[in-house]
């Protein structure tokens, strides 16, 4: 079977969803390992290292709208929106939206959207410790990592850290960039960041929004 004839629902394997979303409510956060379609992983990454090889890809900044800054002193990786391009594109966000509904189902969240950018860190890159969504505005909900690059040495470094919500100075979990794992976390409240990568790093970053738009004032996608 090819990566363009797997359904959604094994993009992500089922057992994942009912791990996911007891995880998210009692610790705010969830790993699954092996969770993604390797197919569709390699579909994928191929896509995304054609991209960072032809200028294919844009660099990071922090902030949204209008106070978008670039700042490689905070984070270092090139992106690509999503943009259901390609078969491996739509599998992976037609997972992504069975997810959403799932949440919805569980935990009536109110999502209504995701957006999720490819994103390549070149050797060197890191990304400091943050959140990813500010109280307040807070119409990202639950943040989602898809880490797409095969076979990572156990010198590779790059590893997602994730720290406790209630003392930032505590790490909770070193997450390894292999192809195949997918993380989850509540974008509020969840402090993370990517250490320094010793290898090209791959990986699809995505957040579940809820209408956050106030007053006729259209809050920016991106
Ligand atoms: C992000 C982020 C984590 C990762 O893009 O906001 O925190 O492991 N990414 O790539
Ligand atoms: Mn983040």
Known sequence: MTPSDTAASFVLKPATQCALVDALVEHGWYVGHGAIDLGLCEALNRELLHRAAYNGLDE?????????????DIRGDAIHWLDRESAAQRHYLDAMSELQQALNHALFLGLFEYEAHFAHYPPGAFYQRHVDSFRGRAN??????GYLTPNWPSDGGGEMVIYHPDD?????????????????FLSETIPHEVLPT??????IAGWFRRNASLGGVLDPAR
């Open 198 to 203: 010793h290898q090209p790093r791959t990986s």
């Open 140 to 145: 990202r909900v639950i943040s989602t990592v």
């Open 168 to 184: 930032p100075s505590q790490e909770v979990a070193r997450v390894v960039p292999e192809a195949g794992t997918f993380a989850c």
């Open 60 to 72: 990071a900044g922090i902030g949204r709208g209008q106070q978008h800054l670039l700042r490689k």
